[in-house]
């Protein structure tokens, strides 16, 4: 649900920006995080209303909030990562492999790598700064999945 609200921060930051690139990606991938999140939970009308009522308020307050508080909000949105590797990292001495999968990483470092050259094109400096945050979470929480999937098979 947290991820479906970052999306719409990042689909209203595309519209407000004027950067198809950014909203129809961002919107695309609200639309995947939300069936996903049905698929989970069930067709559940509470958390379908809750992921568009806080999904329409973060877009909202992205369009029309000041500037300097969008840019802290749209980079805790982005540390929203953290958790995943505050919890890897936790598990870094285990001999199961975790749920986390490697490959998913590693598509969503690749994916990061186009929207930094994007970034770069732009000169959009929230969004170098956020993709960069993003990079080294994954790229850490990355790392110690490898590990603790080595020590799995050894």
Known sequence: ILLC???AAWF???IKVGSPA???TN???LITSLLVVIAI???SISSIALIFGLGAMAATFVILGPAPLVDVVMVLFTASRVPQ???TWRNRNRVQVTAVSISALSISLI???FWLMFALLMANSLVVF???LAATVIVATAALERRISARAKA
């Open 27 to 29: 919107f695309l991938t």
């Open 111 to 113: 994916s990061l790598f």
């Open 12 to 14: 209203g930051f595309g």
């Open 41 to 43: 939970r069930g067709k």
């Open 85 to 87: 590797l505050i919890r």
């Open 22 to 24: 950014i909203y129809v």
């Open 130 to 132: 956020t993709t960069c």
């Open 5 to 7: 609200v970052q999306f």
